[in-house]
């Protein structure tokens, strides 16, 4: 089990991907939360890691910044990262 110390650093982490991924896409927090079925405040919150975000609230993200989510729990270490999604070939 996750420590509290790791749990709030993890929500940073978090944070910090979304707004990451959302400024590579020019949209504002007001847009992204339009986008995900979330409040621009609700947004702000996860962007400063004053959230802890659930699986489901992080699909959603994805789905609404067009991105794939990357998540990587190894030990004590984590990466997060939305990252546009990849076009099939035809």
């Not at 089990?1 to 910090?16: K, N, P, T």
């Amino acid at each position: 089990m996750l420590s509290l110390r790791e749990e709030v650093r993890i929500a940073f982490v978090i944070g910090q991907a979304v707004y990451d991924r959302r400024n590579e896409l020019g949209i504002s927090q007001s847009e992204l939360a339009r986008r995900a079925g979330m409040t621009q405040p609700e947004v702000s919150r996860l962007e400063l890691g004053g959230t802890m975000s659930a699986v489901p609230l992080l699909a959603r993200l994805a789905q609404a910044m067009e991105s794939e989510l990357n998540l990587q729990l190894v030990g004590d270490t984590c990466t997060v990262a939305f990252t546009a999604q990849q076009q099939e070939a035809a």
